[in-house]
């Protein structure tokens, strides 16, 4: 599964940036993050309780940064396995753009869910990574103070082999 | 950790009365503690009818309720139901027309079959095809069941008992 | 519609004296259990002691298994041991399945649980054993396997690249079996006939789905070092050779018993990791062990089937003669070989069967069977048959359209005339006798084809698409050895019946071949009643135990009732002899002047009735001081029979269907379908025309809903019952099946097997009724299952 | 598959499940029908600690006619919707759309309130409440309080329900005589979750279209109402010009989402082709 998009939000690049690198601010803006911890510069530990319709599943996971250039762009690696429910992993690009409204993310995703969830979640996959792209960039845009400017919509597309 | 509960139900015309978990559903709890193997495991989400039970008067998956939740219930299954009234007309027509093969899904195809000659009883092969599709079968070909269940409606129709099957 | 079968068009002599069941549509009166819900499934039994087994299974493709964490999962209540495969290996030996006669065929060595590696998602790696099955898989929940994903094969196109990593490093590549045929002049004959066509063809990866999961309870008595498999299996002699083998156990001390099993369709004629797994368990613990796949495990470890891609040609004559097939056959079976049969197989009959009802005389093949990091896929009903049938019959209808030739015209003229036989046919298969043509003219008559087309044609002018397709088939029945004993498998292709004459005039038949829903209780109770000369209450059928019944192969290759039956009737017709000699003995008359009629023994001139034949078992097994000295009273023997004339008998058919398609929403709706089968003789016609229709279904199954959906990392994205699309009853259409019977010389009953002929047409006909409806947007779709989205993209209506 | 253990508990009352909700919270699912919620349990795809058995609580029970709206209760079955006179006078929409929702088995357990509180984006009533305009009835621990659907259903699965309030029952104007209604719906079985579906509604004055509801199911995160469209043909009479303009509108608005066998082109196709058809059939 694919998923990319871009979000305006009305905070400036050095505030998005710092915002994408502080725990406490990706604690209140990951949807249902229960825990996360800064283990280095580069690798992010996080608990997040992932509620979607009737399904509920506790995932514990990593999250790896690297290609870091600050307030510009950084690539992530992120696995995070959720027991008997599955797991999901993916890498995702994230660039920053200044604009007169404030700054542009645009973020790039690869993703796949495996065990029961991506046996039996196939239908609502898509769907259901959006919303969490969609409620994390709401909840981030205002831990920044500012608001989400609704912007072109997010590309979604379903790679089948 | 333990909720059980103390359960009482009408099961096949009798008062039963048993302690069970909250998690247990009904077809669980009537194979493994009851030992009624007539109702079937098949998928456990709901989608292939195998569980059909019966309960107040209804058909239901038996893997989708709880046997906490027919506490105070009427619940009825194949073998209290078998060689009376309707299932015992459906279970003739079964056998003439050879509406089963492995038999995994018949207990709960009869059920159903029987709900709808209850309910609908001037279906014609359509909604007997309709009705029924919530109850797989992998072996025949459908056509047979169709058949068998528009013998019964239609000897019903005329006021007629389907006449066992006997040897030839 | 809704009456038994009538019997019209069976007109075969009688095999036996007094014939009354063999032909006739005698109900199975032992269905009646399952009729009342008292049928005995594996998971409805129970045992003391008994343990329940899950599998924690590999979540991904391809993964290196790290270091298994079971502590927290061992305190869990009620859990009874942890195993991972390291431990299992150390009682059961890796197995590689392959074929001597599949030369150059290669696979890998595979556990009962993964060891250092899993190679598909699905596959066994941890079992937890426990009081209950929830308790186990609380249990479950708290086994932590650390793995570290290793890049996947995932699609068979790319899996012989130099660029796509080697599954199993010590096999050099991903290919596991090749093959080419190359028969006449193809090249020449493509360049000079006057028409050609061509089209690529492809098949979804689908699956059995027996709403009976595969299940087993293995049970090792420490005690007298006994091992009780009850297992929900079509093969109990072959998985009792296979315990024994991997298990280092003597034939004597294992024991497998098949009861009833909630379907099969080949999905339970295969040694999985998880039963040699369950069986291991039981031998480590000491106890029964029961395992019932749950329906997410069965769709990531049953068997799946047909993942093809073939590229298909076919030249003619402007005449409309066939000149020519030449197929190019791409398959993907996962990363193993499926133990024992291989998973070969099904490729290899492809290469055999494509082209198979005609008399072209030139015809090339070339296969390819690759690995990748999916569920393995093995023989499903069918096996090759739907594919090569779909790519054959899809070829001869583009060549007619090119032609304007009249889809039933040109194969009546091409199919190999009924007088022919025996013939060889194009790809070396040995044709005993078959009967297109008469069968093409059956469904003619029966679908009223004139008509048919006249209503298609009023129909397209006001808007409505509906179209007819046709699909002639063989299919290859009683195996001989050759299928598999000349390769080496330990699999029987010969059956044995032992049956009892009783003291009380009861004949007790016991016979390795089980059933499985299809019937075969109900027809060799009649075989029986009618070969000794009794009412068919009076016959019992005793099958499916290793203990009991004669060696024999199973239920498999629509060879249930041809090599079973057939060992039915032999071990009758000589228990019916000895029992004359006795009447004789007992009358003190010629044993000649007697025969055995409806239980009694009666004068061969007159009829009049002489004894009974609880009378003769009470004489001959109570009161043997009466007979003469030197007689021997033999009331029970056993007779075996193994097809050897032909390496299999065929059977042929046509199958017809009839669809509407909405030409806006690429909705297909199913109207009617006609299938007309060969079998040989019939022994039951309600039987086998229901086999026939579940068949069919299940060959529209895969030509229109079933297929395993993958992601580009090897995961199912529809391993569930709700997003993997089992046929019901609403889509099906009414199947009305004809007979024509042309019975095999290579026995005496001359039953030649219906099992899979319905599965190899159906999707055949469906596929070509399809694009007979898009003949006016002159467009078409080979790729199954045909889809909405599929139809409107060939209509241009999305890209 | 077996569930993970959790207590169970009946509610007497609304209030008794009201209170055992905030008790409870977060840990707590109330089970109605339970034809979702099960399932997913016996998946272990949800593992909460407590059960609470809404089904004895007679608020939430029956149809009924309170002045010119028709109030469902949202522990009224599929099969009660089925084969209610009220339902099949009143709001006969939902009379042709419940035979469509799964399969009898489970339509004798499923409840209204169930599939409007999940809000599956497949699933039927959703879209049907929104064509009908229907006032969702919510009881939270401060009261009462209405939510248009349309202002109901605001993401995947997402309702303006909070944990702590139960959906009662819903409010749905009754059908007058200039009314029609077409209901739509492409599945590949019977029964099962829509490829595509639309539960469309007019009314019409003097031939011409006053109020047009045209809710789609299945093509995106949430039931969906193509307004553009809708705002279109407002005002207008319905001819075969209209129509083609209206199903343009429709497809351009409806921002679609791929499912596991049909891409966002195809979905953008059906959903024209079934605005195509039910406009049709609501031509006078």
Known sequence: MELSGEQLIAASVNKVWLGLNDVSTLHASIPGCEEIERISDEEVRAKVMFKIGPVRARFTGKLFLSDIVPEVSCSMAFEGTGGAAGFAKGKAKVELYGTEDGTLVRYSTEASIGGKLGQIGGRLINASAKKIADDFFQAFAKQLGGELIVLSDTKLEDKKE | MNHKKQINMMLNGKQISAEIEPRRHLVDFLREDLGLKGPHLGCEQGACGACTVRVNGQIVRGCLYLAVQADGATVETVEGLTEQGVLSDLQEAFLRHNALQCGFCTSGMLLAAAELIEHQPKSNREQVREWISGNYCRCTGYHSIVDAIMEVLEARADGRQVKPVTTS | MNKPTDLQGLVLDPIAGDQRYIGHSEPRHSARRLLQGQGTYIDDLQFPRMGHVVYWRSPVAHMKIGQIHTDRARKMPGVIAIVDGVQMATICKPWVATLGHLAGMKSAPEYALAVGRACWQGEPVVAVVAETRAKAEDALAHVEVEWEELPAVVSMESA???????????????????????????????????????????????????????????????????????????????????????????????????????????????????????????????????????????????????????????????????????????????????????????????????????????????????????????????????????????????????????PIEIRKRNVIPDNAYPYTGISGIKLEVLSHEQCLRKIEKMMNYPALRKEQEELRKKGIYRGIGIATLIELTNPSAAFYGVGGARIASQDGATVRLDPTGIISVMIGVGEQGQGTEGIFAQIAADAVGVPIQNVRIITGDTDVTPYGGGTWASRGAGVGGEAVLRSCEALRDNILKLAGAILKRDADSVVVRRGNIVDKANGEQLLTLSELGRIGYFRPDTLPADFSVDLMVTRHYAQKDYPFIFTNGVQASYVEVDVDTGYVKLLKHWAVEDCGRVLNPMLVDEQVRGAIVQGIGGALFEECLYDESGLMRNGNMADYLVPMAYEMPDIEVAHVETPTKSSKLGAKGAGEAGTAGAPGAVVNAINDALAPFSTHVFDQPITSEKILRALGKVK | MKAAAFDYVKAKNLVEALALLSEHGEDARLIAGGQTLLATLNLRLSEPSILIDITAVSELKGISVRGNMLRIGALVTHTEIESSDLIAQHAPLLKEAAPHIAHRAIRNLGTWGGSLAYGDPAAEWPACSL??????????????????????????????????????????????????????????????????????????DKGKVQTCRLAFFSVAAIPTMASKAQAFIEGKSIDAALIQQAVNLAREEIETLADITNSQETKTHLLGVLLERALTKMMP
């Open chain 3, 160 to 406: 012989l690249d130099q660029s796509t990593p080697v599954i199993h490093p010590e096999l050099g590549d991903n290919l596991c079996f090749t093959r080419s045929l190359d028969v006449g002049k193809v090249d020449d004959v493509f360049k000079s006939a006057d028409v050609t066509a061509e089209a690529t063809f492809g098949f979804g990866r689908h699956t059995g789905v027996t709403l009976e999961t595969r299940c087993q309870i293995a049970d090792f008595n420490p005690g007298e070092k006994r091992l009780t498999v009850y297992h929900s299996q079509q093969a109990p002699h072959m998985m009792q050779d296979l315990y024994c083998r991997q298990f280092g156990l003597a034939e004597s001390d294992v024991h497998v018993i098949c009861k009833d099993v909630g379907g099969s369709f080949g999905i339970k004629v295969h040694a999985y990791p998880d039963d040699f797994a369950t069986v291991g368990l039981a031998l480590l613990l000491g106890r029964p062990i029961k395992f019932v796949a749950d329906r997410l495990e069965s769709f990531v470890s049953d068997i799946h089937a047909r993942e093809h891609r073939i590229k298909g040609r076919i030249a003619a004559n402007k005449e409309g003669d066939i000149l020519a097939f030449e197929i190019d056959d791409l398959t993907a079976i996962g990363p193993y070989s499926m133990f024992p049969r291989t998973s070969a197989i099904e490729g290899n009959q492809v290469v055999n069967l494509v082209g198979g009802p005609y008399k072209h005389q030139n015809y090339r093949a070339n296969l390819k069977v690759v690995f990748q990091n999916k569920t393995p896929t093995c023989q499903y009903r069918g096996v090759g048959h739907p594919i090569a049938c779909a790519v054959t019959e899809g070829l001869v209808d583009l060549v007619a359209q090119k032609l304007k030739m009249d």
């Open chain 4, 131 to 204: 064509a009908l305009d229907a006032i969702m009835i919510i009881q939270g621990p401060n009261g009462v309080r209405k939510v248009n659907a349309k202002d109901f259903f605001i993401d995947l699965y997402t309702t303006t329900l909070q944990a702590d309030e139960i959906l009662v029952a819903s409010e749905i104007p009754l059908a007058s005589s200039n009314q029609e209604h077409s209901f739509q719906e492409l599945a590949r079985r019977h029964g099962d979750y829509a490829a595509v579906g639309l539960a469309a509604l007019i009314r019409t």
